[in-house]
Nanobody, 123 residues
Framework: VQLQAYGGGLVQAGGCLKL?????????????LAWFRQAPGKGREFIAW????????DYVDSVKGRFAISRDNALSSVYLQMNSLKPEDTAVYYC?????????????????WGQGTLVTVSS
């Protein structure tokens, strides 16, 4: 599966942004999807995960209650709604896909990656 993330940009603290990730391939619903982010000088950090059906999700504690992951299998897309953004949310955000399985929070568990989209939150 090929992934393409978009929707990043510059936003003020407290604002919101919605990221999208479009996938190619006919078996999109068989893949669990996730969003990661990487801030300058830091490693790639897990943000959110969603199961193939969309019925199960998981988040890193720092974004719980602010971010929401969702997917539309008919459109082969996954989304990340980000609310109450903080300057520390500034990073390049990546979508990733893996085959069926439980929640996966480490980058090396994912075999497919989008190119990343930059989110900058100003204070």
């Amino acid at each position: 599966v090929q992934l393409q993330a978009y929707g990043g940009g510059l936003v003020q603290a407290g604002g919101c942004l919605k990221l999208s990730c479009a996938a190619s391939g006919r078996t999109f619903s068989r893949y669990a999807l996730a969003w990661f982010r990487q801030a300058p000088g830091k490693g790639r950090e897990f943000i959110a995960w969603i199961s193939g059906s969309g019925g199960n999700t998981d988040y890193v504690d720092s974004v719980k209650g602010r971010f929401a992951i969702s997917r539309d299998n008919a459109l082969s897309s996954v989304y990340l709604q980000m609310n109450s953004l903080k300057p520390e949310d500034t990073a390049v955000y990546y979508c990733a896909a893996k085959g069926y399985g439980p929640v996966a929070t480490t980058p090396d568990e994912y075999g497919y990656w989008g190119q990343g989209t930059l989110v900058t939150v100003s204070s």
